[in-house]
């Protein structure tokens, strides 16, 4: 069924079709783009999803400084390597098949919808080697990035630590020049010390070599560290060291696990406390674990941030793909199981016997949430995948104002499918009722799996003052504009399909947002403004999803009569009629500046 919804958002309404007037993607055809689709769909039904459940119950545990998992996570990574989906939007002469983003997405996200637990190895590393992509030398592409696209090493990125999280400023990770590594051919060469926390997959076996890429900050000759952000770099700590070709010189590094974490959902990745430079394997008759800088020294973070907006968008999409799983989930269920009697319109029960629940309007209303949820999910997430295309291939002009729009919409594309997709899976368990609450169903650990969606690289909070403290008014509102522009195409369309209504509620949905942002920075008070900032990016979500929807509205009016493109419609209406009603709720605070939250006292919550 996710197949089916994918076919329609790309072919449909993203016309991925015409990006293959381009001379990057000109290779490809509608057939190809579909025997990839094709391909993923099968490994993720045929090799992903029945051991879905394996992964979840034999956690990884630590033996003897070792990481052991189970031999289904194994079979599993070797299948995606050989999907060939690491490399999929490389060059061909680094064995890439210079794929579009969107569709590299489109294919991901069945591989997540069948178990995020099994793919996420692969999110990681493919953001780890665009970034040495990006910002790495000649050398580390070849000897890092290379090779993790080919499968031979995972990769994965290092910024928090036990006592510092969203807060990287504060980290105490000290690099310290490696005499005579000013010109090592990996680059400047230095030594690290220091702990970090939550790193997914920061050690295993599933493939020879890990790359880790960590923040830390460049020790003066006193031993002080800078302050702040800006004093942060980044560098290439490989498990195991390497020659100048990537070849493995049989020297372990000095990276050792110091413990797991024990995680509510995605249990199938190993998630660690990383210890460097601690002495367990001296390297070279030297303290520290050898790290290579990449970039400058301080912009350890910009170089991160090319890595973390990637990945903000991929968590995006596996939130809708886990959420979708859970939909499809208690679609089935709602299909088959018999429960109550049909309600007369005089309120008396029929005597006709136990009905499918799909029959009864509560269920239909949950499992129409569930579509608006995860459809809508998808779609946000694909369209800005699809921004990345327009941004790396387009027109000047388009391609200026898609890297603006993405700029814009990277928080939302981030934290909306994460709260409405998991919103979703609590829905597919209620449909389930009690049998939902059990491990009889997949629909549990479903919720479970999406819950750290929220929370990873950045969490909603994080999220919503990115949105309302910078990019709404970045490059004096460009975004804004680019936004307005393309929801106005929207509405200019609607008059051909009869949805000028859902137009102007849109229009008026907009204009609130606009209106909140003025209110919020009246003053040009950061903390009044902020205060509501995460209410804001409730309301900014739901009013982009609406328009989104309204947009989808319109390429289904625009399609062969189908109940595919009757179900479009009627969800469409769904989100017009119980979703966007709710952005008068959280932009009131947000306009009006509200002092509710910002003037409580701690002493005031135990009192």
Not at 58 to 83: C, F, H, I
Not at 563 to 579: P, S
């Amino acid at each position: 069924m996710m197949r089916r919804t994918l076919d329609f958002l790309l072919h449909d309404w993203l016309d991925i079709q015409s990006l293959t007037s381009r001379a990057r993607f000109s290779d490809h055809s509608v057939e190809t783009f579909s025997a990839v689709l094709d391909t993923c769909e099968r490994i993720s039904e045929e090799v992903f999803a029945p051991v879905n459940r394996i992964v979840d119950t034999d956690e990884p545990r630590l033996e003897d400084g070792v990481v052991v998992l189970p031999e289904a996570a194994y079979v599993t990574a070797r299948a995606y390597v050989q999907s060939g989906m690491l490399a999929a939007a490389q060059d061909y002469d680094i064995g890439g098949m210079q794929l579009p983003y969107v569709a590299e997405m489109a294919a991901n996200s069945m591989f997540w919808k069948s178990g995020i637990a099994l793919g996420g190895c692969g999110l990681l590393t493919v953001a780890n080697a665009n970034l040495l992509m990006a910002h790495g030398s000649d050398r580390q592409k070849v000897a890092f990035a290379h090779n993790e696209f080919s499968g031979r090493w995972f990769g994965t990125m290092c910024l928090s630590e036990p006592h510092a999280g969203s807060g990287l400023g504060d980290i105490l990770t000290r690099a310290i020049p490696d005499p005579d590594g000013a010109e090592d051919p990996l680059g400047p060469r230095y030594r690290l010390h220091g702990n970090k926390m939550w790193i997914s997959n920061g050690d295993h076996e599933l493939t020879e070599n890990i790359v880790h890429l960590v923040l830390a900050k460049i020790a003066d000759a006193d031993g002080r560290l800078p302050a702040g952000v800006k004093g942060i770099s980044l560098f290439i700590v490989p498990k195991k060291l390497v020659d100048m070709e990537g070849n493995l010189t049989g020297e372990r590094n000095d990276v050792v696990v110091a413990g797991l974490n024990h995680k509510l959902g995605v249990r199938g990745i190993p998630n660690t406390l990383l210890n460097f430079g601690e002495g367990a394997y001296p390297v070279r008759g030297a303290a520290g674990a050898i790290g290579y800088r990449v970039g400058r020294p301080g912009e350890g973070l910009k170089c991160m941030f090319h890595m973390m907006n990637e990945a903000r968008i991929t968590i995006g999409l596996n939130a809708a793909s886990i959420g979708y799983a859970g939909y499809e989930a208690s679609l089935r269920y709602a299909r088959d199981r018999r429960q109550g009697r049909a309600l007369a319109r005089d309120g008396k029960s029929s005597d006709g016997g136990a009905v499918r629940i799909i029959e009864h309007p509560d269920v239909q209303r949950m499992l129409l949430a569930q579509k608006a949820y995860v459809e809508g999910g998808l779609a946000l997430s694909l369209y800005c995948a699809r921004l990345v295309d327009e941004a790396n291939t387009g027109a000047e002009h388009d391609a200026v104002n898609a890297r603006q729009l993405l700029d814009l919409l990277t928080p939302v594309a981030k934290s909306w499918p994460s709260e409405w997709g998991l919103e979703a899976n609590s829905l597919a368990i209620q449909v389930h009722g009690g049998y939902g609450y059990t491990r009889d169903f997949p629909v549990e650990q479903y919720w479970r799996d999406n819950r750290l969606n929220m929370i990873h690289e950045g969490t909603h909070g994080i999220q919503s003052l990115d949105l309302l403290g910078r990019k709404v008014r970045q490059d004096d509102g460009a975004g804004m504009r680019v936004l307005r522009s393309r929801i106005d195409a929207t509405i200019a369309a609607c008059g051909d399909q009869g949805l000028q209504g859902r137009g102007e509620e849109l229009r008026s949905a907009f204009l609130s947002l606009e209106r909140a942002i003025e209110g919020a920075w009246m003053n040009n008070d950061h903390v009044e403004a902020l205060a509501s900032a995460t209410p804001f990016l409730q309301a900014f979500g739901h009013v982009v999803v609406a328009w989104l929807w309204l947009d989808l509205g319109v390429a289904a009016a625009r399609a062969p009569a189908s109940d595919r493109a009757k179900g479009l419609r009627q969800t469409m209406e769904y989100f017009y009629t119980f979703e966007l009603p709710k952005i008068s709720a959280w932009l009131g605070p947000v306009e009006s500046r509200s002092g509710v939250c910002r003037d409580m006292r701690e002493e005031w919550f135990d009192a």
